[in-house]
């Protein structure tokens, strides 16, 4: 059974800087491709980050620049380091394995439960 456990998230002021991390089991986690996504209220799930099992990342646009993914496999853990925080990054922050599905198109395998990332001015 896949488990993907987020923590870190918080409450922060804008400018300043959180770290999440994801604990995962129940998958080869040196093999998978994990991502990050988030869901502000109101607002549709997006990604917000990905990295390949190689090591390859891909970030959105309104990221780029101030969030960081990064895997350590021996830990079974990714992270998302966020800088720069602004009050439009506040949403629930879900760690998830993905997959390629064809040549631009990923799929979910699992997402963990989610946690609260609220950004203040």
């Known amino acids: 059974q896949v488990q993907l456990v987020e923590s870190g998230g918080g409450l922060v002021q804008a400018g300043g800087s959180l770290r999440l991390s994801c604990a995962a089991s129940g998958i080869i986690f040196s093999v998978s491709a994990m991502a990050w996504y988030r869901q502000a209220p109101g607002k549709q799930r997006e990604l917000v980050a990905r990295?390949?099992?190689?090591?390859?990342?891909n970030y959105a646009d309104s990221v780029k620049g101030r969030f960081t993914i990064s895997r350590d496999n021996a830990k079974n853990t990714v992270y998302l380091q966020m800088n720069s925080l602004k009050p439009e990054d506040t949403a629930v922050y879900y760690c998830?394995?993905?997959?390629?599905?064809?040549?631009?198109?990923w799929g979910v395998g699992s997402w963990g439960q989610g946690t609260q990332v609220t950004v203040s001015l």
């Open positions: 998830a394995s993905v997959r390629l599905l064809s040549n631009t198109r």
């Open positions: 990295i390949s099992s190689g090591g390859t990342t």
